[in-house]
């Protein structure tokens, strides 16, 4: 049998996200509900769907050479210094705020700061960080594990606080619940096993994976515009343009017009597209790309 690269994909909330991006980078990967060990076009990797919280624990061991998950868990399980971060991939947020742990208590609560957890009740999935924090703090108080459904517990009564992963805030607000103050900032990582890295081989397949996905992520802020141009023009629109180097201008045949192309952030085409128009260029085109290197 072919040397194959032990790849973990996570199980859960990130796993439509994931095959997606490995998708968009080159990878079919393809999984069955009744199966944990999904099928990929490449015979060359061997899969395995994890739980995000277990991930840096299997990475560690060696039984999976590569894997995805959240930095908290990362830190959850105290593995930051027995796996490799090869990239931070960050694809999985709905907003574009960054995704952090909160401390969360009722909207009368009289906590307003951690200190003021002093014999209190916690519940959070991310336990032992939580006991790490408020023990570098000196706060001594209970920290229970929640099996989910984390902010009913406070809303019931159950706890006087939780700690829970947010982006927004907007659902913890709505609850009638308070945030006291951020814990933790996170992101996805992908994450290598530090021996997997001494192997050339599987070194660079790990090496290739982290190239597309990071490509693939990047195409997905940017576009590719393509415009006619009067050449009179020209000079104007070129200070208009952004471009990974500079834009592509070539001549029009037997003509004053020239064609032009360049990639730029997706968030920019709604401002530049009226302001190329105003200076005159004309078949103004938008590709979505796939990948940028």
């Known amino acids: 049998m072919s040397k194959q690269l032990k790849l973990g994909l996570p199980k859960g909330s990130l796993e439509k996200a994931t095959i997606e991006l490995f998708a968009q980078a080159g990878w079919n990967i393809t999984i069955s509900s009744r199966n944990y060990f999904p099928t990929v076009?490449?015979?060359?990797l061997y899969c395995a769907l994890v739980r995000p919280q277990e991930m840096a624990l299997y990475i560690t061991d060696g039984t999976l050479d590569l894997g995805l998950?959240?930095?908290?868990?990362?830190?959850?399980?105290?593995?930051q210094d027995t796996v490799a971060t090869i990239c931070e991939l960050e694809y999985s947020k709905s907003s574009n705020q960054p995704c952090r742990w909160v401390l969360v208590v009722p909207k009368d609560s009289p906590v307003r700061s951690v200190q003021d957890l002093q014999g209190k009740k916690v519940a959070t999935e991310l336990v032992e960080f939580t006991r790490r924090y408020l023990r570098e703090r000196n706060v001594a108080a209970e920290v229970q594990f929640s099996w989910g459904a984390t902010e009913a517990k406070v809303v019931e009564g159950l706890v006087d606080a939780v700690v829970e992963i947010?982006?927004?805030?907007?659902?913890?607000?709505?609850?009638?619940?308070?945030?006291?103050?951020?814990?933790l900032v996170t992101s996805t990582r992908l994450i290598a096993n530090k021996a997997a890295l001494q192997d050339p081989w599987k070194k660079a397949k790990i090496d290739q994976i982290a190239l597309l996905l990071q490509g693939a992520l990047s195409a997905r802020h940017q576009v590719v515009l393509k415009m006619m141009v009067p050449e009179a023009a020209v000079a104007?629109?070129?200070?208009?343009?952004?471009s990974l180097r500079a834009p592509?201008?070539?001549r029009l045949h037997q003509s004053d017009w020239l064609a032009v192309e360049t990639v730029v952030r997706r968030q920019k085409v709604r401002d530049l597209i009226p302001r190329l128009r105003a200076l005159g260029a004309e078949g103004i085109l938008e590709y979505d790309l796939k990948k940028v290197v």
Do not use: F, N, Y
């Not at 104007?236 to 952004?242: G, R």
């Open 41 to 44: 076009d490449d015979p060359d």
């Open 69 to 79: 998950t959240g930095q908290d868990w990362i830190i959850e399980r105290d593995c």
């Open 166 to 183: 947010t982006e927004t805030g907007s659902t913890i607000k709505a609850h009638g619940l308070r945030i006291v103050e951020d814990l």
């Open 236 to 242: 104007e629109v070129m200070t208009l343009l952004p």
């Open 248 to 250: 592509t201008v070539s």
